[in-house]
Antibody, heavy 121, light 107 residues
Framework: QVHLVESGGGVVQPGRSLRLSCAASGFTFSSYAMHWVRQAPGKGLEWVSIIWSDGSNEHYVDSVKGRFTISRDNSKSTLYLQMNSLRTEDTALYYC??????????????WGQGTLVTVSS | DIQMTQSPSSLSASVGDRVTITCRASQSISSYLNWYQHKPGKSPKVLIF???ELQSGVPSRFSGSGSGTDFTLTISSLQPEDFATYYC?????????FGQGTKLEIK
């Protein structure tokens, strides 16, 4: 049974940093791409980032490029999102999601419950 | 970036109704189109992938069609548990953009 558990959210001031984690279980983590998707309060889903199964490729939405870094530790079955220079518009519920393939071009077939990030002074 | 536009943004329907939601891409995405269901307080769930393939465990009343730029999600006979927000997403090129969502409410 696939299980994704996010952690690391919280309240942070603008300009500060936060690192999210996503602990995965129930599947061969090293064989699948992983994604971060966020949902701002009252808004729709926004895709944020992807990392290939072996970590060889990563992509970001323009609004976080240069500020956020996705990474993974396949030995620990854990996905990360390092968020620097946070802005108020980064306030959202952050979901990690499993890709259905080793790279891009696939759906997100399992999702965690999300971790809330609030950027406020 | 590829823009995804859903219509309608909201929809009121009754149990047993047939419902269709459309999604249009700003450029051709072949069949790289996925549909998700999202209920309040829950995590999103994939219903349809590559435009028309039903995810395992999803009821057969859900179906998807289309290719290129125009896609549809159809629910053949609405059930009480289907009232939720539905999103399309393109997975052709990053950023893998979502539509703005369609909120399906009980009439």
């Amino acid at each position: 049974q696939v299980h994704l558990v996010e952690s690391g959210g919280g309240v942070v001031q603008p300009g500060r940093s936060l690192r999210l984690s996503c602990a995965a279980s129930g599947f061969t983590f090293s064989s699948y791409a992983m994604h971060w998707v966020r949902q701002a309060p009252g808004k729709g889903l926004e895709w944020v980032s992807i990392i290939w199964s072996d970590g060889s490729n990563e992509h970001y939405v323009d609004s976080v490029k240069g500020r956020f870094t996705i990474s993974r530790d396949n030995s620990k079955s854990t996905l990360y999102l390092q968020m620097n220079s946070l802005r108020t518009e980064d306030t959202a519920l952050y979901y990690c999601a499993k890709g259905a393939d080793y790279g891009g071009n696939s759906d997100l077939d399992y999702w965690g419950q999300g971790t809330l990030v609030t950027v406020s002074s | 970036d590829i823009q995804m536009t859903q219509s309608p943004s909201s929809l009121s329907a009754s149990v047993g109704d047939r419902v269709t939601i459309t999604c249009r891409a700003s450029q051709s995405i072949s069949s790289y189109l996925n549909w998700y269901q999202h209920k309040p307080g829950k995590s999103p769930k994939v219903l349809i992938f590559v435009a028309s393939e039903l995810q395992s465990g999803v009821p057969s009343r859900f179906s998807g069609s289309g290719s290129g730029t125009d896609f549809t999600l159809t629910i053949s006979s609405l059930q009480p548990e289907d009232f939720a927000t539905y999103y399309c997403q393109q997975s052709l090129t990053t950023p893998y953009t979502f539509g703005q969502g369609t909120k399906l409410e009980i009439k």
